[in-house]
């Protein structure tokens, strides 16, 4: 419920931002007429055609996304002819004859002498396409949940709710303007020039989208600060990481947090044949949800793997669940082999359909649940930390349980490169993504979506910002480099910086080069590159690119690819 009201929130708030401007003309285009006949049936088409196109997007992937710009096209050269209907009241006549005949009334009579109700849907449908991309920080959301959670009725009834919210912030400004209208008609007579003057603006709404000033220039304005406004709503509604509970006394007991849940839902297992509930009765089991090219999840493998080992003997089952981040961790041989680089030897279970992440309820990596031998939730951890409280509890269940002579003392990792432990710096930069679903700080511009763009950084850059150089093809998800020798540079605060990169279709070795404050590294280069600052990416995977040997500093980083077709997915720090 409250994931519907945040959806329905966020929709009321997207006519207060610059990506609607250039669709108001449009909505205003009718409101002089009946509202019932008119400015209902267009808000209802482009409502229900913006929730089918953001449901596609969601669930198909990339080959909604060109669908919808081929329907961009089209309403594009729709609405123009709109607009020229209303300059035109000849060109309005002619123009609608072929379309009368056609049975097509989309939008070729709307002029003041035609109110069919289907025409006026037909121009909410051409509204909707337009609006479909125009997707702040809510509908991101919205469809991340989507696809955690997968396709489903709740996720086109969070897309439908965001629709309806902006519906109704758009027919209460047809309303009132349909009110200011009457008046200005009444008083001075200027109907015809109030015609004509939208059939403008709705020419100028078409070349603004046209030319994508609506997601360029229009950012940049004051009304973009909108999304503040959005965030600070989706920051009010969604779960804070949960601090992690002090440890129970020894003679308190542990709060029953809930049953183990159904492992059913695994697409594949490794280390072992798949497990149940039923099975692991008597066992205290650890469940660990992670995902390979997390940092945090990272950090914390040399735990989950040390009190594996140390108590296996002793009652103690681990499983990891893996549930993906990236659409490359899907892929059971890039996993496979995750787990075999991180040295795992306890049951691993796929779980790319988030079916075990729903039946925990879960929402964070890494995320450590605790079951007692009757298969009770005792407990729960979420990121890294906590590691001796989490192996009281483990002891303490053991005991429960009725395991004795458990080893002694705490486990000690002991963990080098990226699995060594952050450097608790609580001013290092923030996790970004380089993909333009979640991208934050970029200082070299707007970002073209999906298409093939020359780049060129600033001179300089302030504290967390970054930015390309060289031509880039960027995604929802990640950039994706068109010619050698472009680079990525980034200002940051940090001990560590990793980048999850991963090679092109072809798998071939991509080559890369990195420099601090424009010199080689030497002795600050991470564990996947030289002094020299050279490295070499040859699977999809997070790479340790820089380890300052001295403090968490101000760097500027700047790493260049000798290779096309490198995929750049989000930078991480230590």
Not at 343 to 361: H, K, L, R, S, T
Not at 445 to 458: L, R, T, V
Not at 532 to 559: A, C, K
């Amino acid at each position: 419920m409250i994931l519907l009201i945040l959806a329905f929130l966020g929709g009321v708030l997207t006519i207060l931002s610059p990506c609607i401007l250039p669709l108001l003309p449009f909505v205003f285009a009718r409101a002089d007429r009946p509202f019932a006949r008119n400015g209902l049936p267009m808000l209802i088409g482009m409502a229900l055609t913006f929730a089918l196109v953001a449901t596609l997007a969601a669930v198909g992937g990339g080959w909604a996304v060109r669908a919808n710009q081929y329907g961009r096209y089209i309403a594009l050269a729709v609405l123009a002819i709109l607009g020229l209907t209303l300059l035109s009241p000849h060109f309005a006549e002619w123009i609608s004859r072929p379309f009368v005949k056609l049975g097509n009334r989309l939008t070729a009579r709307s002029n003041e002498h035609d109110d069919s109700p289907w025409s006026a849907a037909g121009l909410g449908v051409a509204t909707g396409l337009l609006w479909a991309p125009c997707a702040g920080p809510i509908l991101g959301l919205l469809l991340t949940g989507a696809a955690l959670k997968g396709a489903s009725v709740q996720t086109t009834l969070l897309l439908l709710t965001y629709a309806g919210g902006a519906a109704v912030s758009l027919a209460l400004a047809l309303l009132v303007g349909g009110q200011v209208f009457s008046i200005m008609k009444r008083s001075l007579g200027t109907g015809e020039w109030v015609r004509r003057a939208l059939g403008a603006l709705v020419l100028c709404g078409v070349v603004v989208i046209a030319l994508g000033v609506d997601t360029g220039l229009l950012t940049r304005v004051s009304l973009a600060s909108t999304s503040s406004v959005e965030q600070k709503l989706i920051d009010a509604v969604r779960p804070a990481p949960a601090a992690a509970a002090p440890a129970p006394g020894a003679n308190a007991a542990l709060p029953v947090e809930g049953e183990l849940p159904s492992l059913s839902g695994a697409t594949q297992w490794f280390n072992s044949a798949p497990l149940t509930p039923e099975s692991l009765h008597g066992k205290v089991v650890l469940v660990d949800f992670w995902t390979y090219s997390c940092i945090n999840c990272i950090r914390s493998l040399p735990y989950v793997n040390a009190w594996a080992q140390k108590y296996h003997d002793h009652g103690l089952v681990v499983i990891g669940v893996h549930s993906p981040e990236f659409a490359f961790e899907k892929d059971p041989a890039n996993v496979a082999k995750a787990i075999r680089d991180f040295g795992i030897n306890y049951p691993v279970a796929m779980d790319n359909n988030y079916a075990i992440w729903q039946g925990f309820n879960n929402e964070y990596w890494p995320a450590h649940y605790f079951i007692d031998a009757k298969g009770q939730i005792r407990d729960h951890s979420f990121g890294e930390g906590g590691y001796a409280q989490s192996e009281d509890v483990i002891r303490r269940l053991l005991t429960d349980a009725g395991y004795k002579d458990l080893p002694q003392g705490y486990v000690q990792p002991g963990a080098t490169g990226a699995e060594a432990a952050s450097s608790n710096d609580t001013n290092r930069s923030p996790e970004t993504y380089v993909g333009y679903a979640r991208s934050e700080n970029f200082a070299g511009g707007q970002i073209a979506h999906g298409d093939s763009w020359n780049y060129h950084a600033p001179a300089s850059l302030t504290i967390n910002q970054w930015a390309f150089n060289g031509t880039w093809t960027v995604r929802e998800q990640s950039a994706m480099l068109d010619k050698p020798d472009g680079s990525i540079v980034y200002r940051f605060r940090g001990r560590d910086l990793h980048l999850v990169l991963g090679p092109g279709e072809d798998g071939k070795p991509i080559h890369f080069r990195i420099t601090l404050d424009g010199k080689a590294p030497g002795a600050d280069h991470g564990a996947d590159v030289d002094a020299d600052g050279n490295g070499t990416i040859t699977s999809q995977r997070l790479y340790q690119l820089v380890r300052q040997s001295q403090g968490t500093g101000d760097r500027v980083f700047e790493i260049t690819f000798l290779d096309p077709n490198v995929r750049a997915y989000a930078f991480t720090f230590g």
